[in-house]
């Protein structure tokens, strides 16, 4: 579960972590009130106002701009404040910006020169460790950076059994270069990173920049938190701050059903039972000359009603040109799955685009035949071979 900007700076300084303080506002007079606040809490007489949505490179798109005035502050928020963004995440429609950060400004004159790195937490899936990847590049894409100067970024791998140790911490410090106030600023900086990512049982954190202010001090001036959905039972807090009109509204309905479902940007819609196995039909799809438009895996106990709610979201998608339902009967009876399909096909009335049914496992001659004496537009097949020459032919 992504969260926004402001909301990830919040669950960072509940840890310990310094950020950069901020107050979030939904319209121009709010956001003029958060910098006359912020400037009593913090001294600032710059502002930066931040557009909060779930993507990145939002400086770029012009959703990242520096107020140097309380008028300014309110000009700026009025322009971002319901502006359809546009950067190399959101794709060419871009998102709607429903809400602005007022911000400090962190990047102060002082003895020494600031310093912008780059720093995220998540876990290597191939070790079974969680790992810190930092640079010294900070404020740009980390994947340029990995493309031209791959010599640039570092690896800190942390046994989750015992935890981040001071040793990790302060290698971390002395490979960005770090000495003095500075260096002891980021060890406590990334010690309390990581505690904060442990803690809160997330999938990513990553701090991109991660200043070192003119003064020596070591702050967080942006956050992207992803929560592991699978953990969010231990943290009801953090579900109060799904933020929906951020997220595919596919993906919201498909929820309600206990689907996993993920959009994707091609013209087969695919509905399995079984993460492996729709990940095996997405090949096919594309094997065929297609591609897949969705990830949807419904689970090992399909029914009418699942059968029923995935078509309808699948069908939510203009740009599905056929539908693939591939189904192993293992829980799961090949007939009863069959008589899911005629149902649903009845009650959702008329579909426009090429249905094709793949059943295999337990009863599937049986589900085969209910399919093809239904009367209904809908191509059976039973091996995979038959169902990617059918895909073939109607792609």
Excluded at 39 to 62: D, E, M
Excluded at 166 to 179: E, H, I, K, T, W
Excluded at 217 to 236: M, S
Aim: aromatic share 6%.
């Amino acid at each position: 579960m992504n969260i926004h900007e402001y909301q990830g700076k919040a669950v960072l300084k509940s840890f310990g972590v310094r950020i950069q303080e901020g107050i979030v506002a939904n319209t121009p007079e709010e956001a003029v009130d958060a910098a006359k606040e912020l400037q009593k809490q913090t001294g600032t007489s710059w502002w930066v106002v931040k557009a909060q949505i779930h993507a990145g490179g939002r400086g770029k798109g012009g959703g990242v701009k520096l107020a140097k005035s309380i008028d300014d502050v309110k000009a700026l928020a009025k322009e971002i404040i319901g502006m359809q963004l546009v950067t190399h995440q959101t794709g060419p429609d871009g998102k709607k910006v429903n809400k602005v950060l007022i911000a400090q400004d962190v990047y102060y004159p002082g003895e020494s020169e600031t310093k912008e790195f780059y720093m995220s937490v998540l876990l290597n899936r191939q070790t079974g460790r969680n790992i810190i990847m930092y640079s010294t590049e900070g404020g740009m894409d980390i994947e340029t950076v990995a493309e031209k100067t791959p010599e640039l970024i570092f690896k800190e791998e942390i046994d989750p059994k015992i935890g981040i140790m001071p040793y990790q911490a302060r290698r971390v410090a002395f490979n960005l270069g770090l000495s003095g106030k500075a260096f002891k600023e980021m060890v406590k900086f990334v010690t309390a990173l990581y505690n904060a990512y442990v803690k809160t049982d997330s999938s990513m954190f990553e701090i991109n920049p991660v200043l070192k202010t003119s003064d020596d001090l070591i702050l967080a001036v942006d956050a992207k938190v992803n929560f592991d959905d699978n953990a969010l039972y231990r943290h009801r807090d953090f579900v109060e701050m799904r933020d929906l009109s951020e997220e595919e509204p596919a993906e919201i309905e498909a929820k309600k059903y206990d689907l996993n479902f993920i959009k994707l940007d091609g013209n087969v819609g695919c509905m399995v039972n079984g993460a492996g196995l729709a990940m095996a039909t997405m090949d096919i799809i594309k094997l065929s000359g297609g591609e897949p438009a969705n990830f949807l895996d419904v689970g090992g106990t399909a029914n009418a009603e699942t059968v029923e709610a995935g078509f309808r979201i699948i069908l939510q998608d203009p740009s599905v040109k056929a539908i693939l339902l591939n189904i192993f009967g293992g829980i799961v009876r090949c007939d009863r799955v069959a008589q899911g399909v005629v149902d649903a096909y009845k009650k959702i009335g008329e579909i426009n685009v090429p249905v094709i049914v793949r059943l295999q496992g337990t009863n599937a001659e049986e589900g085969k035949e209910l399919i093809d004496n239904s009367g209904l537009k809908v191509h059976s097949a039973i091996t995979l071979q038959e169902a990617a020459d059918l895909v073939k032919k109607v792609v």
